[in-house]
T-cell receptor
Framework: DTEVTQTPKHLVMGMTNKKSLKCEQHMGHRAMYWYKQKAKKPPELMFV???????INESVPSRFSPECPNSSLLNLHLHALQPEDSALYLC?????????????FGQGTRLTVV | RKEVEQDPGPFNVPEGATVAFNCTYSNSASQSFFWYRQDCRKEPKLLMS???SGNEDGRFTAQLNRASQYISLLIRDSKLSDSATYLCVVNPSASKIIFGSGTRLSIRP
């Protein structure tokens, strides 16, 4: 199983809503990532979790709140988002943040904030 | 200076042509390098890792030049299905995976 599964695939939310994005992997990977990708731009790193602890926060606004309940799951809680936060949100995992190796990506959640 | 820089293209080449992309990186301590491919409205997928000795996978050849801090990707005998955005990816540290801006490739019949 080399899959990273993200749900939902599409999400439309209002600026006052609270929603969560979910990511799951069963490859035993110990590093998990959230990326944000706008149209025709490369993915931009948001957060890195290593061994279930937040290791990198790339100065992401607090309206995005990550959570890693266990080694297989990664959530991104969304609250009071702005229309400019509309983007493709990609989750990725890699075996470890201490080993230089490639990351595997989920299919992403396409988020629209209205 | 951006950590990873690529020529954005677009490259528009005929089927069967050979095309090459370059990517430069700023952090000399970077340890690993990859090329990813991303189709429109899809997630990035690993195309190949890039090793110091260079590596080849069918029609694709990747090279790393540590002294000049660049990596390259060569596609021979290009197919229509090669049309995509090619992303250069660098690990400046084990925790970070940084993408270049991507090079758009369009293969015409």
């Amino acid at each position: 199983d080399t899959e990273v599964t993200q749900t939902p695939k599409h999400l439309v939310m209002g600026m006052t809503n609270k929603k969560s994005l979910k990511c799951e992997q069963h490859m035993g990977h110990r590093a998990m990532y959230w990326y944000k990708q706008k149209a025709k731009k490369p993915p931009e790193l948001m957060f890195v979790y290593s061994y279930e602890k937040l290791s990198i926060n790339e100065s992401v606004p607090s309206r995005f709140s990550p959570e890693c309940p266990n080694s297989s799951l990664l959530n991104l809680h969304l609250h009071a988002l702005q229309p400019e936060d509309s983007a493709l949100y990609l989750c990725a995992s890699s075996p470890s943040d201490r080993v230089y190796t490639e990351a595997f990506f989920g299919q992403g959640t396409r988020l629209t904030v209205v | 200076r951006k950590e990873v820089e690529q020529d954005p293209g677009p490259f528009n080449v005929p089927e069967g042509a050979t095309v090459a992309f370059n990517c430069t990186y700023s952090n000399s301590a970077s340890q690993s390098f990859f090329w990813y491919r991303q189709d429109c409205r899809k997630e990035p997928k690993l195309l190949m890792s890039v090793y110091s000795s260079g590596n080849e996978d069918g029609r694709f050849t990747a090279q790393l030049n540590r002294a000049s801090q660049y990596i390259s990707l060569l596609i021979r005998d290009s197919k229509l299905s090669d049309s995509a955005t090619y992303l250069c990816v660098v690990n400046p540290s084990a925790s970070k995976i940084i993408f270049g801006s991507g090079t758009r490739l369009s293969i015409r019949p």
